[in-house]
């Protein structure tokens, strides 16, 4: 298996997006 490759970048990618969504929710709602 190797370290790094393609299989891991689209769901570390998918996590990430969705943590950015929520922060800008989470923003918006506040202010």
Do not use: N, Q, W, Y
């Not at 370290?3 to 989470?26: P, Y």
Request: contains cysteine; charged residues 0%.
């Amino acid at each position: 298996m190797p370290v790094g490759g393609h299989a891991g970048h689209g769901t570390s990618a998918a996590i990430i997006l969705v943590l950015f969504i929520l922060l800008v929710i989470v923003t918006c709602g506040f202010f």
